[in-house]
């Protein structure tokens, strides 16, 4: 079945994992800028790393006939530095043209700390000011539901942000009811020893239905698993749901959210 990976951080995999994603059926991924496994020094950092995203990663997808699109930030790990993350902020326009830029992500909240809280809302502003999609980060485990709840707090009190512009990353059976109920799109990541596995997520598909949400597998510099979206695909099959079903949740659904950014331009294959 063919399957798009909304949220992987391909900077961190090699080469034989697209390879190994292709196979699998991988047609198409969007990767935030997140952290780089250390903390950046300076703006120029964060400029060569945008011509990254946006020059050599769809590159190296295209090989494998992966299209590859991508979003920009400075994440919440690192908007500690407020001085840095308004230089980064300021130069994100210089990208927002490049053919697979579809928003402003993955924005959000590290420990729930008052610069971070200031950084996203800047970030806020700058999608709000060149009409971009949102990607969202939640933070990790007990500072989880906090986090998401002061999140969609800062994203209800601003009129401007339209919620089915807006993806609410790494939700977890906590955190997916408050999202949905706002009318935010919701992501589920699959990681092996945290987050959420390809047996809860479907758990929570199955009560809460197949709108607006999206699995993905994130990819990162932690323990995690690029395939993630296939394991659960073999789940949702294994529990009996329909073809059409999964095709909504792993294809329909991606395709549905990343239309309402004018860079995405997908073509499906025959």
């Known amino acids: 079945m063919d ?5 992987i951080h391909m900077v961190s995999r090699t080469t034989d994992d697209y390879a190994t994603l292709a196979r699998m059926g991988c047609v198409a991924m969007s990767e935030p800028a997140f952290w780089a496994g250390f903390d950046r020094g300076s703006a120029d950092s964060f400029r060569d790393y945008f011509r990254q995203l946006t020059e050599t990663e769809p590159q190296r997808a295209a090989q494998y006939g992966i299209q590859h699109f991508t979003w920009l930030c400075i994440n919440a790990k690192e908007a500690e530095n407020v001085e840095l993350s308004r230089e980064v902020i300021a130069m994100i326009p210089e990208f927002l043209e490049k053919s697979n830029v579809l928003g402003i992500g993955e924005i959000g909240l590290n420990k729930n700390t008052k610069n971070e809280a200031i950084i996203f ?3 806020l502003e700058l999608a709000i000011e060149h009409n971009q999609l949102i990607l969202i980060h939640t933070p990790h485990l007990e500072d989880k539901y906090q986090g998401t ?3 969609l707090d800062m994203l209800c009190d601003d009129k401007r942000i339209e919620p089915s512009h807006v993806l609410i990353d790494h939700v ?15 992501g589920m990541t699959l990681y092996p020893i945290s ?3 390809p047996s809860r997520a479907v758990d929570m598909i199955e009560r809460y239905g197949t709108d607006r949400l ?7 510099w932690g323990p995690s698993k690029p395939t993630a979206i296939p394991d659960l695909i073999f789940e949702m099959r294994k529990r009996g749901h329909s073809e059409a079903t999964i ?19 997908f073509t499906p294959r025959h």
């Open 214 to 220: 999206m699995p993905n597998s994130a990819g990162d």
């Open 121 to 123: 809302l800047e970030h």
């Open 172 to 186: 977890e059976e906590h955190t997916i009811g408050p999202v949905l109920e706002k009318g935010f799109w919701a």
């Open 149 to 151: 709840k002061m999140i």
């Open 3 to 7: 399957y798009f990976d909304p949220h």
């Open 247 to 265: 095709r909504k949740v792993v294809y329909e659904n991606p395709i549905d959210f990343f239309s309402k950014s004018p860079n995405f331009h």
């Open 195 to 197: 987050k959420c596995t």
